[in-house]
């Protein structure tokens, strides 16, 4: 008999950004002869870039309203009907806050399910309120087994909120690394940047994120102006979209550098233009484990990151790339130079940074874990 896993995404994102690749590299891997899957899905994405990506895997997805409030008790009810009507052996939810609906846990619950699995994708200290912190403490003891990130995330759960250490493990996120590697040596470099209108002898930068605040492109373009004294063909390559772009573009103007730093919005190609950089920025305030950080280093690309979470535990600084203080300009700047200027640092950094991923945060590690932890819970289940 197959197990009914239902898997609940992140219901409020409308493009596919590192944990949303994440979810779907895990889906790619769960064996269809031995799980029945369906995925829960707020019923206003059904038509986004996401949802696009989990009906191309020939997922069954099942429409979830979205509970807006803890007094939204008519929403809780659809919610514990949907989840009901598939009749799950396993609910996994995804949890980011704070896009995530932080009731799912509840509504499986109340649905009958036995067996509940959540992820949490960020360490950061969203829920100060007296409710906020008992809710994130209940919903992780309703759960069977609550899967961190990263070792970052998992201290912020067990130390900030009080979750029990004994019901939280650590199964990273991964990349399909191989498959960024393979590609990105053999796509075209110079016709690559061709078509992006980059200079062939341009030393180019880059960085792939949301732009919203968490994500800190407002520091990597204060530190241009720096690294252009330096390095005077440098130039900035920004990959993504979201509600911080309109600022980010303000401070471009304000800096003159429209001639330096292009916006390329949202890309479905994201990982194919890595091969046209010659180094890749990710300046987070804060991140649980970043796949764009994966991502490049995958690709062979020297990384400058900030020391932030689940970064560092990726990033060791000097072997696998480098790190500096989150919010500061002047220290990217002078990391982004030397990665310049340095090429025998940048060659090794980058080498061992590409090892280091195939190794240890391939997609073909995370599903395997994640399978090992299915299986467990759904033996336990029948014995029962």
Request: charged fraction near 20%; include cysteine; glycine fraction near 8%.
């Amino acid at each position: 008999m197959k197990c009914r896993l239902l898997m609940t995404a992140i219901l409020q994102s409308r493009f596919v950004g590192g944990t949303e690749r994440s979810f779907l590299h895990l889906l790619e891997g769960i064996p269809g002869d031995e799980y029945e899957v369906a995925v829960g899905l707020d019923e206003t994405m059904l038509t986004s870039e996401f949802a696009l990506a989990v009906h191309a895997l020939g997922q069954r997805v099942i429409p979830f309203c979205d509970v807006v409030s803890k007094r939204d008790f008519g929403g809780m009810y659809r919610t514990i009907g949907q989840i009901h009507s598939f009749q799950p052996d396993l609910v996994h939810v995804h949890l980011n806050h704070p896009a995530a609906n932080p009731f799912l846990v509840f509504a499986a619950k109340a649905a009958g399910v036995r067996r509940i699995v959540l992820t949490e994708q960020l360490n950061i200290l969203l829920d100060q309120t007296r409710f906020g912190r008992w809710r994130i403490r209940l919903y992780c003891r309703l759960a069977n087994t609550v899967v961190a990130v990263s070792q970052a995330v998992r201290d912020g759960l067990v130390g900030h909120y009080g979750v029990a250490g004994a019901n939280v493990i650590v199964i990273e996120n991964a990349v399909d690394a191989r498959r960024i590697a393979e590609s990105v040596r053999t796509i075209d470099r110079q016709a690559l940047r061709e078509s992006l209108g980059l200079d062939p002898d341009a030393y180019v930068l880059g960085c792939a994120a949301a732009m919203r605040w968490q994500k800190g492109q407002r520091f990597l373009i204060d530190a241009m102006p720096q690294v252009l004294a330096a390095i005077p063909n440098a130039r900035l390559v920004l990959i993504g979209d979201g509600e911080g772009r309109q600022a980010l573009e303000t401070r471009i103007q304000e800096l003159g550098l429209e001639d330096t730093v292009q916006i390329l919005g949202w890309r479905t190609d994201a990982t194919n233009l890595l091969a046209a950089l010659d180094a890749f920025v990710l300046p987070s305030l804060y991140e649980g484990l970043p796949l764009a950080v994966l991502e490049a280093m995958a690709a062979r690309l020297p990384v400058i990151a900030t020391r932030v979470d689940g970064t560092g535990e990726a990033v060791h600084h000097r072997t696998t790339g480098i790190l500096v203080a989150p919010q500061d300009p002047s220290a990217l700047a002078d990391a982004m130079i030397e990665v310049a200027t340095n090429r025998s640092l940048a060659r090794l950094i980058a080498a061992s940074a590409q090892q280091h991923v195939l190794a240890r945060y391939d997609i073909s590690v995370m599903q395997q874990r994640y399978l090992a932890l299915y299986d467990l819970l759904y033996s336990r289940l029948q014995q029962r």
